[in-house]
């Protein structure tokens, strides 16, 4: 311990290790960014306002003119936030969002409640982009080599390039990019595909190795079967299965139509924490149960009522197989599904990596242009990527980071992050959506628009003009200024949704043969395939389940740990396929047994100096014809150990009913007993003391467990909205996380099989609360409307709070976090939200139930002279929940969302027994069980 | 004899002499005297004619003193000038104003002692006449002093006199 | 006051002269040993220790301890309590033995009086250097502030700053007040001027006047009468920090008291730690007698008992109380992950004290030595005990956590025996370790039936 601490000081001090990134990352930068002034100057060259410069003249705003999405820019105030729709992509699918501009400093994302895939929720990786906007680790010049260059000096090569490619039709010209759905994108590589007849171009995805399933509307599904499928998980259309799903599980309002899930799946999933019957299969198994579907052979004993169920229901039941799956079962779910597929996502064109491959092994390849994606990183280790690349002559990259592949290429470009650029993208329905810059290119970026017109001999043509141009020719009616102004401000193109269906393109399939344990590959739910492995936010974002964060683990069951004698953080080797891989273990009950999980996405060595050497490399197992996995693991292990720093230590309820949960059929016979399974609350009258009366607004809070996902946005969405620092990896080991808002995982039951809850945890704004009590000089106190303040600038840090507070909701400032390697860079202060102090050493911190927000809705209603209207305050967490888990209003007011929710008889109070009389409280969670199969 | 004379001092081997010598010079009329000692002497004070000190009084004094200060100030604060809503707690508070209100009646009443007691001895008071009189280091170590000032009306030269008849060690002429 | 066979309290053949000479001499006469030297080094270099440690603090934050969310409480208010509880013992020996007309007191009480001002001197430090930003510590006391600011005085933090400062204050004045004729004395016992000049200013021209000896006795013993009920509220307030605090394993009505004995306990523990290598070092066995320490050991044996049941009543409520928080912290502290630290203390705080029960014990005083020892590391181990393993596992599961003291909090413990020692040396150079007034008085007593 004493040696943790002692080492980590040194960590803590940011220079040594800021100067060492600095050197790898930017050689010729290095000098400019380890002094002061220049540092100052850099901010300048960047041309966005110092944080709370008033006055937007100062920022760069982008010379065209973006569409607001609640006023025009020249309403602009000073400290009034303007928000511009636009979207993010994720895989090529576009999610909508609006962003939240202060003075020209894009400081918050939203989801855009007119997008189909967003529904006005929003995903963590949606969140934590804003960070990634601003990072420092992006690339930030265009360089040849070792020197930098400039656009221009590329813009030339490109001209004697395109000499070479008109002579003989572009052979040997590649061009390798990720999945796309941009309109205009799209038709620029055609024109230059059709310029050039003899160039290819080939597409790569790391976690599309199949054409992916048909959209279907789990809203209207009875029953649902999901095989080793996470819908509910990270996904381009996690946020509207979310709240379809949830729209079926609300037992506060109404009717009960509860919809019935399975799961099987090898790994626990977030779609398997909601499951009603969950079962732990290993891919073997899995592909078995599949197939057993598929051609009506005998299923286990379990299966059979399941089976029932979904025939029972055909047409309103779903089958959702999961990409490790035969063809025939996904075919075969594919027709089961037919009746409620309501959108088919566009088909990958382009041709794949492999057929790339061989044509430069051929020595066929002169010139390859890559955008965006990460081969070198993620590619299938048997193509052996990087070597492969070497090959070719000229490397030209356009990335937003010097990643893995940029380091092997000569010609690396800038690139221009999607909040810095115009742009057209698809969601997975097909509607597009207009993306519009926020801000000029911090680091002097250009979209790949830009770099297309470029190859197409479009020279300098600007983003905006490249997609103005495209849906000026898509435009048939007349008045296409006022389609385009509409077009922004909704975010959403009309008249573009409903995919239509498409031809199946599979390749590659899970290798299901063969013995030994099993390898199953999953994308991190924080980081995905690693291309948010610089996000800090992510990083530090505890994993569903396990709650690690600054790293991934080889995840087996309690079991398989028992048999091969094995214990959390105990360093093994995983030999799969004559490879090795160094891992560390982690137990994770609800796990297959003999099977052993690993997330992609860490490893990086060049992804900067936030995600470089976190974790270990999955990919270095990952091989084409298995991209999720197969038999033929060995574990051996090293009898090294590897600390993790989790957020939770502690996964059993110890009989404390945190998380209350019944069944339908229960709540149905007694409504009231499924909440009441705690201890009561004392009544209002047991105490010596007169009551406060809460006059007015009385601010309160409900979660609805039997909504929450445990998708952990809420935290992340918290983290932007509050400029939450990051600690880093030992501080959160020392159990020092910062999160205001954490999301809580139990197991209950047979540690084989546990259910699973999530829990979020806020403060609680206890009317009684513990923690005003005891704070010596009232820096914690009561506000007339019930909001348990704090605050900052009273307080002298005794942490007497913190101990006296049951929920543990209270974080601390050990250490000067505002300073440390992830928060010091200059540039962050751009992100931070203005309305919001932050905090420094030696003071509390807390959920203050976005009192920002709410004194900004209290200020606008004043001046309006009307009212706070109910949901007009809505908290970060409520905002980005994509189950509307979180509601949050006036608990005075009978006719509040809020006050209904809390009129439900799921309602309790988290310990309420100690009288505490929490303003947040909780829905009691009902599963919905099938009799026959608890009979079987 | 001469004018700056502060007084006669009988110096005593034993605590009893002390005593009779300032019974007998009380008897004979004496009133301007005191009596020093490296220890307290069981009456010593009576025989000199000094009955009661009002120590008591101060200290009782500074107790009250302090518990209403300590009340006061927490009541004011809380209820008066800067009322706050501590987790739903009435603002009256009183069980949580007892402890500190016991702190400073101590606390008060205890320098009411100290600083009273000194006052009232006059002290602190680097120099003083008795200082002058040879052997009187030892009235801090072993020996006992009886001093008759020469402020008394009876004062004079027969006052030596009187004193050696007390038998003592020695009788000292005090310069003031 | 001697019953027959009983040690006395001072070796006879000793009179006022005597008495005076030998006390004064250790002061004035006594050169500077190799021993004195050698000891105030060491104890200056630990003080040195902890002042790097403090620098460091004061840079980084309070993050350089091993505290965390849960335990946000660690080694700084374990040593706050464990010094306070220390500093009980000097005003308890001066102030109740007093009123108790126990004359033993008399040769020990200036010595425990000096303890317990060095001890609250080190117990100060923590509270004002486990804050988050301790330049700001002044808030904590009522003064008029710009924006119109006050403590807030529910919180036992609070009641803290006053009982700790009215404390050190007392019991300063008691000290010096006590020390006033012997500083008398020892200015004229001081040959070279300069001494006598600074003894003469300390003792404010004091001459020993019977006016001046009769209210000084009486402010003397007011001033007993007050510290006494002074020093029983000093730890009741100290064990409300926990005590009003929800935490299951602070939340307890008995705290105050079974504070109060711990403090006494450990107090006399350090009390007997001290003095039986003082009295050896400086030959003071004749004044520092056998009677001493076997009366020490016997308030030993008594507090110590009332610890022990202490413990046991915890555990009964606990029980008793069916509350599955209190329960489930009670079986944790038996057997959870910091049960060594509660058997260790169980059995440093009620085993070993069941030997005091044997004279020959009692008159051993390096047996003593030995058991005051366990004593003073089993009452730091309980004050641990009750910090750590109550918060660290309360009331959410999800947000258990475990604590250790990293190097730091370390080095600011021992760190600050270093400012307690030195002290301690400095004072027994400086001035008379032993009430020359009163066992001026005492072997005048003893001497009467002759």
């Known amino acids: ?936 | 004899m001469k004018p700056d004379l502060y007084g006669f001092m009988a110096e005593f081997e034993q605590p009893e002499e002390l005593l009779n010598a300032a019974r007998a010079a009380h008897e004979a009329g004496y009133r301007k005297m005191d009596a020093y000692s490296p220890f307290p002497v069981e009456g010593a004070a009576e025989a000199i004619g000094f009955e009661r000190t009002r120590v008591p009084l101060v200290v009782l004094i500074g107790g009250i003193t302090g518990a209403g200060v300590a009340y006061g100030m927490q009541y004011y604060s809380a209820v008066w000038d800067y009322p706050l809503n501590i987790g739903g707690r009435p603002l009256h508070s009183w069980p949580s104003f007892i402890p500190i209100t016991f702190e400073l009646t101590v606390l008060f009443a205890a320098v009411a002692a100290v600083f009273g007691m000194l006052l009232m001895n006059g002290l602190p008071k680097p120099y003083h006449p008795v200082f002058n009189a040879p052997a009187f280091k030892l009235a801090s170590q072993t020996r006992f002093f009886l001093c008759l000032q020469a402020t008394d009306p009876q004062f004079g030269e027969r006052t030596k006199y009187f004193l050696a008849g007390l038998n003592p060690i020695a009788v000292h002429e005090v310069e003031s | 006051m001697n019953a027959p066979g009983q040690t006395p309290v001072v070796a006879p053949g000793y009179d006022s002269g005597s008495v005076t000479r030998k006390i004064t001499d250790i002061v004035l006469a006594r050169p500077l040993g190799r021993g004195w030297l050698g000891g105030f080094a060491f104890a200056f270099a630990l003080l040195m220790m902890m002042n790097f440690a403090i620098g460091w603090l004061l840079m980084r934050g309070v993050g350089i301890w091993g505290i965390n969310i849960p335990v946000a409480w660690g080694f700084a208010i374990v040593n706050f309590v464990w010094w306070i509880g220390i500093g009980h013992a000097g005003t308890f020996i001066s102030a109740i033995l007093l009123l108790l007309h126990q004359d033993w007191r008399t040769s020990i009480n200036r010595f425990a009086e000096a303890m317990t001002l060095f001890a609250v001197a080190c117990a100060g430090l923590f509270p004002l250097l486990h804050l988050g930003r301790p330049w700001v510590f002044y808030w904590l006391l009522p003064y008029p502030d710009t924006m119109g600011l006050w403590p807030q005085w529910r919180s036992p933090l609070v009641w803290d700053v006053f009982a700790v400062s009215t404390y050190g204050v007392v019991s300063l004045m008691f000290w010096y007040v006590g020390l006033i004729p012997d500083l008398a004395t020892m200015r004229d016992r001081s040959a070279p001027r300069p001494l006598q000049f600074i003894y003469g200013v300390m003792a404010l021209g004091w001459r020993g006047s019977a006016r001046h000896w009769k209210r000084f006795k009486m402010a003397y013993l007011l001033l007993a009468g007050l510290a006494t009920p002074l020093v029983l509220s000093v730890h009741s307030v100290v064990s409300l920090d926990f005590a009003v605090g929800i935490v299951p394993g602070w939340h307890s009505t008995i705290f105050p008291p079974y504070f109060v004995a711990g403090a006494i306990f450990s107090g006399f523990a350090m009390v007997l730690t001290l003095l039986i290598p003082v009295r050896k070092a400086y030959g003071l066995q004749d004044f520092i007698t056998i009677r001493h320490l076997e009366n020490c050991a016997k308030i030993m044996l008594a507090t110590g008992l009332m610890v022990a049941h202490g413990y046991i009543t915890e555990l009964f409520m606990s029980w008793y109380s069916d509350d599955k928080f209190d329960i489930y912290m009670t079986l944790n502290r038996m057997f959870g992950s910091y049960a060594p630290a509660w058997w260790l203390l169980m059995f440093c705080n009620v085993l070993t004290p069941q030997a005091l029960w044997f004279k020959k014990i009692r008159t051993a005083p390096v047996i003593l030595f030995f058991i005051a020892l366990l004593v003073n590391v089993g009452m730091w181990t309980e004050r641990y005990v009750i910090v750590v393993t109550s918060l660290h596992r309360d009331f959410m599961p999800s947000a258990w956590g475990s604590y250790h003291g990293t190097r730091w909090d370390w080095m600011t413990l021992i760190g600050s025996f270093g400012l307690f020692l030195s002290l301690l040396f400095l004072f027994l150079r400086l001035l008379p370790a032993i009430s020359i007034t009163e066992m001026r008085q005492l072997v005048r007593e003893k001497k009467e039936p002759q």
């Open chain 1, 1 to 936: 311990m004493n040696m943790n601490t002692w080492r980590s000081m040194d960590e803590l001090e940011d220079k040594p290790a800021y100067r060492d990134w600095l050197q790898r990352e930017f050689p010729p930068l290095a000098s400019e960014w380890t002094n002061e002034a220049s540092r100052r100057s850099f901010l300048k060259i960047m041309g966005a306002s110092f944080a709370l410069a008033g006055l937007s003249a100062c920022t760069r705003q982008p010379l065209e003119k973006i569409v607001p999405y609640v006023r025009q820019p020249e309403e602009l105030v000073p400290g009034q936030a303007l928000y511009f729709a636009t979207a993010l992509n994720l895989e090529g699918y576009a999610r909508g969002i609006l962003v939240e501009s202060h003075e020209g400093r894009p400081t918050k994302i939203e989801g855009n409640p007119e997008h189909p895939a967003s529904l006005g929720a929003s995903d963590v990786f949606m969140q934590a982009e804003i960070l990634a906007l601003y990072d420092p680790d992006r690339s930030k010049s265009v360089t040849n080599g070792l020197e930098i260059s400039t656009w221009d000096e590329f813009l030339a090569l490109v001209v004697r390039e395109r000499e070479k490619w008109k002579s003989n039709g572009g052979a040997g010209l590649r061009l390798l990019t990720g999945y796309i759905t941009s309109p205009t994108l799209l038709s620029q590589i055609e024109a230059l595909l059709k310029e050039f007849p003899n160039a290819k171009w080939h597409v790569h995805e790391p976690l599309a190795t199949k054409t992916p399933q048909p959209i279907f509307d789990v809203a209207k599904a009875e029953v649902i079967l999901a095989v080793e499928n996470d819908f509910l998980g990270p996904g381009p259309a996690q946020l509207k299965y979310a709240r379809d799903f949830a729209s079926r599980r609300r037992a506060n309002s109404g009717a009960l139509s509860f919809n019935r899930l399975y799961v099987a799946e090898s790994t626990p999933s977030m779609t398997g924490a909601r499951a009603d019957h969950r079962y732990a299969l290993g891919p073997r198994a899995l592909q078995e149960l599949g197939m057993a579907l598929a051609t009506g052979a005998s299923l286990p004993s379990w299966g059979d009522p399941m089976l029932a169920d979904l025939t029972r229901n055909k047409g309103r039941s779903l089958l959702l197989v999961g990409d490790s799956l035969s063809e025939e079962v996904r075919q075969f779910a594919l027709n089961w599904n037919r009746p409620l597929q309501i959108a088919q996502p566009l088909p990958s064109r382009g041709d794949s990596l492999p057929e790339l491959l061989r044509d430069v092994a051929a020595g066929k390849i002169e010139t390859l242009v890559i955008l965006g994606g990460n081969p070198a990183y993620d590619a299938p280790v048997d193509f052996k990527f990087a070597e492969k690349l070497a090959l070719v002559p000229l490397r030209i990259r356009l990335g937003l980071y010097e990643d893995e592949t940029s380091a092997l290429c000569q010609w690396r470009l800038p690139e221009a992050h999607s909040l810095e650029t115009w742009s057209d993208a698809r969601a997975f329905d097909g509607t597009a959506t207009i993306t519009q810059p926020l801000i000029e290119p911090l680091y002097g970026g250009k979209s790949a628009h830009e770099l297309m017109a470029a190859l197409t001999g479009n020279g300098m043509v600007g983003g905006y003009d490249i997609v103005r141009q495209y849906w000026h020719a898509q435009h048939t009616g007349d008045d296409f200024e006022k389609y385009w102004r509409k077009s922004l401000h909704d975010g959403v193109v009309e008249g573009t949704g409903g995919g239509k269906p498409s031809e199946f393109a599979p390749h590659g399939r899970a290798e299901t043969s063969g013995s030994g344990l099993e390898l199953v590959f999953r994308p991190s739910p924080s980081i995905r395939d690693g291309r948010f492995a610089n996000n800090a936010w992510l990083q530090e974002l505890p994993q569903p389940f396990t709650k690690i964060t600054w790293d991934n683990a080889a995840m087996i069951s309690p079991a398989t740990a028992k048999r091969l004698e094995l214990s959390n953080e105990d360093v093994v080797d995983l030999k799969y396929r004559g490879r090795l891989v160094r891992a560390p273990i982690w137990i994770l009950p609800g796990q297959a047994d003999d099977c052993v999980t690993v997330h992609l996405g860490y490893g990086r060595t060049h992804a900067g100096h936030v995600g470089n050497d976190v974790g270990f490399d999955a990919y270095a197992l990952r091989t084409s014809d298995a991209p999720w996995g197969g038999s033929g693991l060995a574990i051996v292990k090293t009898g090294l150990r590897h600390p993790f720093a989790t957020t939770q230590h502690h996964q059993s309820m110890e009989g404390r009913q945190q998380v209350r949960v019944g069944t339908l059929s229960e709540f149905q016979q007694h409504p009231a007993a499924v909440a009441q399974a705690g201890e009561p609350a004392p009544g209002r009258d047991e105490t010596l003391y007169t009551p406060v009366a809460y006059k007015g607004h009385a601010w309160g809070m409900a979660i609805d467990l039997g909504a929450c996902i445990g998708c952990n946005v809420c935290t992340i969405a918290c983290q932007a909205e509050n400029n939450i620092p990051v600690v880093g990896k030992e501080e959160v080991a020392r159990g020092r996380e910062m999160h205001w808002i954490r999301v809580d995982n139990y197991f209950e039951g047979a540690p084989e099989n546990p259910r699973l809850h999530f829990q979020p945890v806020p403060c609680m704004h206890c009317e009684n609360a513990p923690c005003e009590l005891v704070c010596p000089v009232g820096a914690t106190a009561h506000s007339s409307e019930g909001l348990n303040q704090m605050v900052y600038n009273r307080c002298v840090g005794t942490r007497y709070c913190s101990n006296n507070c049951p929920y543990k909701v209270r974080r601390f400032n050990f250490l000067e976090y505002d300073r440390n390697r992830f928060e010091s860079a200059p540039v962050l202060k751009l992100l931070r939200n203005p309305d919001v102090t932050v905090r420094t050493r030696g003071v509390m911190e807390k959920c203050t139930y976005c009192v920002q927000r709410i004194n900004r809705v209290r200020l606008d209603a004043e001046k309006q002279n009307r009212p706070i209207r109910d949901g007009e305050i809505i908290p970060a967490c409520a905002q980005a929940c994509p189950a509307v888990a979180i509601v949050f209003g006036d608990i005075n007011d009978p006719q509040s969302n809020v006050s209904k929710f809390k009129a439900s008889p799921l309602n309790y109070g988290l310990l309420a027994e100690l009288n505490t009389r929490p303003r947040t409280t909780y829905l009691a969670k009902l599963l919905n069980p099938n009799p026959e199969v608890e009979k079987a």
